[in-house]
Structure formats: C-alpha cells, structure tokens
Nanobody, 123 residues
C-alpha cells in the first residue's frame, strides 16, 4: 500500500508560479511511475504530467507543455510539479498518482491516488 500526500496548492494570480509536492509512504517509491491529474469543477479528471519509474522519462498534457515541469526525488520519496505562467484555466484540484512499474500515467489507470490539493488562479 502506498499513501500519497499532496501539498503546495493555493490561490495565485495569473502569471504566477506554484510548486506542488507529493510525499509517498513505503519503501519502493522508485518502482512507481508518479504523476499528476487535475479536476476542475464540472469537468472530468484529466492527466497533467507523469514521470516513469525507471528512466525518468516525462510526459505532459499539451495544455501544460512548456509551463509545467515534473521532477522526482527517490531519496525523499517525493515528486514535484513546478507550475509557471499559471492561467485561470489551470484552476482545479490537483491529484498525485502512482502506478507500479509504469512509464506513463496518461491512460488514467493508476494504482494509488492522493486526496488532492486545490489550485486557484485568479485573472
């Protein structure tokens, strides 16, 4: 079992930056692809970014490419989402996710979810 705890959300203005963190429990963090999804009010949950378990390959949704950057620190059992040039349409609850021995989470199939952290971007 892996528990994921997100932090770093908040209220910012358009153009600002935020850094989300996700801390994972367990001793096999490096065996998991890690990533982020988001869900805006009235919309379905959507893939944002993920990083593979083995080679560090990253995948991003088109809507965040060039603005968001994902990294992981296996020594700290953590993954980070640096969000720059935020837009009002980035407003959503952001969920951390994990899937064992995976390269991408873009399919939406994951093993574990965090509880989510709210990001609100005002115009």
């Amino acid at each position: 079992q892996v528990q994921l705890v997100e932090s770093g959300g908040g209220l910012v203005q358009a153009g600002d930056s935020l850094r989300l963190s996700c801390a994972a429990s367990g001793r096999t963090f490096s065996n998991y692809a890690m990533g982020w999804f988001r869900q805006a009010p009235g919309k379905e949950r959507e893939f944002v970014a993920s990083i593979s378990w083995s080679d560090g390959r990253r995948y991003y949704a088109d809507s965040v490419k060039g603005r968001f950057s994902l990294s992981r620190d296996n020594a700290k059992n953590s993954v980070y989402l640096q969000m720059n040039s935020l837009k009002p349409e980035d407003t959503a609850v952001y969920f951390c996710a994990a899937k064992k021995y995976s390269y991408s989470l873009a399919s939406g199939t994951v093993d574990f979810w965090g509880q989510g952290t709210q990001v609100t971007v005002s115009s």
